[in-house]
């Protein structure tokens, strides 16, 4: 065929190809889709163009007059179907049901701090006022400093495959295990290995632990404390726990100690406080007792302290380590420690 006829063919087919996709699209997003479509690399008019190298000179100005018109046509229907989809869909808000100002606005859900956050800020808090400064350190840390250090014996169940996640870091020196820190006081080993006293430090952060029950996670909160000086004794020890307690459960909460074995610390014990809920009644958390167990504590090991190159002649100190999901339970009946951590919404906004 002539190619200038087959190129006008195609222009009078484009034309009404355009017009009716243009007609039947529904919404914005499809009609700007059509055009897409329409004008581009697969699209009609492209498909025609292709025949322009082949019209003979004399016909080309009009042909090419008529494909810009054809461009400009494609705009204006498009502009003409847009302007007609908005003015439907404006009618179709005007006609639908009134809106109503006078119903009450929907409050924005506000959120707020994990019940573990806010139980370890008030932890902090008192200990800062007992004159404690907060320090942190790594939840990945050296053998070393989480057991050796602390005068843990090589054989200690506590360093068992059952207890310890061991873990390996690119780049550690290869004699160096490494692991996921089982309690905080790994702390204590890097602070007073860099530290000369006195000291008074507080550190909260997560540990980890091959254990899981209600009462136990693999991952869980300690703040651990300690203080070296000169003629430190238990009696200090005791003094900072009972007003601790006592701020963080009120005036008149009892504690008790009981002998413990930790072995970094001589002599060790745990501390027992009156049950907040029962007042030493006996009830369901503190399981009839009167009494919760909240921390280990004792007198700071003077291996422990060869080791972190501190005189345990000249020097003496105290050290204890809490567990945060335990207080946190106590303050807020929390029955499975468990509920801490999966952040179900509806437990947690009970908060
Ligand atoms: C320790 O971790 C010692 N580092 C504490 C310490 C520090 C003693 C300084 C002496 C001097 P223990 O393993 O008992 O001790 O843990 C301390 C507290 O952490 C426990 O009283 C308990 O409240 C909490 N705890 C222990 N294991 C878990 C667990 N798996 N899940 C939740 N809480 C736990």
């Not at 190809?17 to 008019?45: I, M, V």
């Not at 009450?104 to 959120?111: Q, S, V």
């Not at 413990?260 to 002599?267: A, K, Q």
Request: aromatic share 8%.
């Amino acid at each position: 065929m002539d190619p200038t006829k087959a190129l006008e063919e195609s222009l009078d087919s484009f034309g009404r190809e355009y017009e009716r996709a243009f007609a039947d699209a529904p919404t914005e997003q499809a009609l700007r889709d059509e055009k897409a479509r329409l004008l581009g690399k697969k699209g009609a008019l492209t498909e025609a163009l292709k025949l322009m190298g082949k019209v003979p000179p004399a016909d080309r100005k009009r042909i090419g007059e008529r494909v810009n018109g054809e461009k400009s046509a494609v705009e204006g229907a498009f502009d003409a179907r847009l302007r007609q989809l908005h003015a439907e869909a404006r009618a179709r808000e005007l006609s639908a049901r009134p809106l109503d100002l006078s119903l009450p606005g929907r409050a924005p859900i506000r959120g707020h701090r994990h019940p573990i956050s806010l139980v370890t800020d008030d932890l902090l808090a008192i200990f800062r006022d007992l004159g404690f400064i907060v320090v942190e350190g790594p939840e990945v840390e050296l053998e070393e400093n989480n057991f050796t250090k602390l005068a843990f014996p090589p054989d200690h169940p506590a360093t068992d495959m059952q207890d310890t996640f061991w873990v390996e870091v690119a780049g550690a020196p290869s004699d160096a295990r490494t692991l996921l820190r089982t309690h905080t006081s790994s702390v204590q080993v890097r602070e007073m290995s860099r530290r000369t006293p006195p000291m008074a430090i507080v550190s909260p952060g997560a540990v980890f632990r091959r254990d899981d029950d209600a009462t136990h996670s693999p991952m869980f909160h300690q703040v651990e404390g300690f203080l070296v000086d000169q003629g430190v004794s238990m009696a200090d020890l005791r003094g900072v726990l009972a007003a601790f307690a006592e701020r963080l459960y009120g005036p008149g909460t009892k504690t008790r100690f009981r002998p413990s074995y930790f072995p970094f610390v001589e002599p060790g014990a745990e501390i027992d406080v009156s049950c907040a809920l029962c007042k030493g009644a006996g009830c369901r958390v503190c399981k009839g007792t009167g009494w919760l167990e909240v921390l280990g504590c004792g007198m700071i090991h003077p291996e422990v302290f060869i080791h972190c190159g501190i005189d345990p002649e000249i020097y003496t100190g105290f050290a204890f380590g809490l567990g945060v999901e335990r207080l946190a339970m106590m303050r807020y009946g929390v029955p499975d420690l468990r509920l801490l951590f999966e952040n179900d919404p509806r437990f947690l906004a009970s908060f």
